[in-house]
């Protein structure tokens, strides 16, 4: 009987210990936003500082493509800041930031075009439901949509005038935004509008 509850206790052991959090990788600077399109590439925002963090910014799109043991820094061709960045398949994704620039992907990631730029006074979120529909947010209760892959853009109410944080689909249908003041808006009908959810 002790060999068996020897052998159950190092057996929990042996799980527990593999499934902590470590620092794989220390990137130099500080992150916005992190996406994976599997289990091995993935992608992350961020801005590094100059000395006392000053002056300098380097603004930056890392990626990985080793489950994020090691990242690269990508070339976007931009000089904005990157908030947020999503990827509806493995190959096609797209950035927004500070700027109000939006920038899109192809071909995972291996090259950027600039698609819309200076609506709003900068975006924080960006999501897309597939590769048409797609939902950008901001400042003062801006939210805007795409039905032609972040090609243009129109603006829908969201009855609400504080900042938009961060977006989030479940399904074509059901969508949930975060706003700065705590309010949390959902929409069940794919953003055509949203409500205030209620605590």
Not at 34 to 61: H, P, R, V, W
Request: aromatic residues 12%; hydrophobic residues 35%; neutral net charge.
């Amino acid at each position: 009987m002790n060999k068996y509850l020897i052998l159950l206790v190092i057996s929990f052991i042996g799980l527990t210990s593999s499934a902590q959090w470590r620092n794989i990788t220390p990137l130099p600077t500080e992150l916005y936003d992190l996406t994976f399109t599997d289990k091995y590439t993935g992608y992350a925002t961020g801005q590094s500082g100059a000395i006392g963090n000053c002056s300098g910014y380097e603004l930056s799109l890392f990626r990985t493509i080793d489950a994020g043991e090691n990242w690269i820094r990508m070339k976007t061709g931009t000089t904005g800041q990157i908030r947020s960045i999503h990827f509806a398949t493995q190959l096609i994704g797209w950035t927004a930031g500070a700027s109000s620039e939006i920038l899109k992907t192809t071909d995972d990631g291996a090259t950027w075009t600039q698609v819309s730029s200076g609506v709003g006074s900068g975006y924080n979120d960006i999501w897309f439901r597939d590769v048409n529909n797609g939902f950008v947010l901001g400042y003062n209760g801006m939210l805007r949509n795409s039905t032609n892959g972040g090609i243009t853009w129109q603006t829908i109410a969201s009855g609400v005038s504080t900042t938009l944080k961060r977006i989030y689909f479940y399904d074509n249908n059901l969508g949930f935004i975060v706003c700065s003041d705590g309010k949390l808006l959902k929409t069940t009908n794919g953003g055509t509008n949203c409500s205030i959810v209620n605590s």
